[in-house]
């Protein structure tokens, strides 16, 4: 039995300023209903809000009878939609409007899958929960680097006073990957 051929894929949240990316590397028989996992782990997403991926002017998502347009994301995976056409879309939360790009890239060295996925880089943090999305997330990031701004005390009560937005931790994500791997079998 031969491996699945691995996909490389970078990840990029639409109208982050500045930017916010991963590159991932996922099986190419992964479904999407599982990519959607590997994805709220690389970002930091707290899967609490629905979600679609629209690759090549179909839109995929969970099997849902309010969705029925959508093909079930179960059914299909990445070397069969992102693979066969190089780039696509995932959106999550409908009201925040979060749109990541995806975009298929040709691999630059092997790599060994031992988890869920590897993630190679990255930058940024992932923007909280229910902020307003890209919007409200460059509003809150303003009002944070604004010690006298009026709701700067508001935001940091929220946030708490660790949060960094240029924060990264590649060893996290890699590890989150093992153990989500690791609870899924």
Request: glycine letters at 10%; charged letters at 25%; proline letters at 5%.
């Amino acid at each position: 039995m031969t491996a699945p051929t691995p996909i490389q894929i970078k990840v990029s949240l639409g109208g982050a300023h500045p930017p916010i990316w991963r590159r991932l590397v996922v099986a190419g028989d992964t479904s999407l209903d599982l990519f959607h996992v590997v994805l709220q782990v690389a970002m930091g997403w707290e899967d609490a809000h629905l979600h679609c991926f629209r690759i090549a002017g179909v839109r995929y998502g969970p099997a849902d009878d309010d969705f029925g347009d959508d093909v079930d994301e179960a059914t299909v995976t990445i070397a069969e939609t992102l693979g066969a056409h190089g780039r696509g879309e995932y959106l999550y939360d409908f009201g925040d409007s979060w749109e990541h790009e995806l975009l298929v890239e040709e691999a630059t060295e092997p790599v060994e899958l031992d988890g869920l996925a590897t993630c190679l880089g990255g930058k940024g943090a992932c923007p909280p929960e229910d902020c307003g999305g890209i919007w409200g997330y460059a509003q809150m990031l303003e009002v944070l680097a604004d010690p006298t701004h009026e709701d700067h005390e508001d935001a940091v009560e929220w946030l708490g006073d660790e949060f960094d937005p240029d924060a990264f931790d590649l060893a996290a994500i890699n590890a989150r990957f093992a153990r989500a791997r690791s609870q899924d079998h």
